[in-house]
């Protein structure tokens, strides 16, 4: 397996590995794609490393920390 770190591709390799990851790059399916292309722009443009770019996203699912506040589930009488 060819390596897929920043040191080791051109740009256009990164590229290429995001769209063959993603699938449709050009969003024509229900329009997700071009959200997802965003979410991997630094890795792309060589800034971040793939990995990175995955945990981040990782981090802020199992966080929370961009979805709203939870205050309570409403079945509690508290």
């Keep these: 397996m060819k390596s897929i770190l920043i040191a080791d591709t051109t ?3 990164r ?7 993603v699938g449709n790059i050009d969003g024509a399916c229900d329009g997700c794609s071009p959200g997802l292309i965003k979410m991997y722009q630094d890795y792309i443009e060589g800034k971040k490393e793939l990995r990175e770019v995955n945990m981040e996203f990782q981090a802020r699912y199992m966080s929370g920390a961009t979805g709203p506040d939870r205050s ?3 079945f509690s009488n508290g």
């Design 11 to 13: 740009r256009e390799e």
């Design 15 to 21: 590229e290429q590995i995001v769209a063959e990851s």
């Design 72 to 74: 309570g589930c409403g």
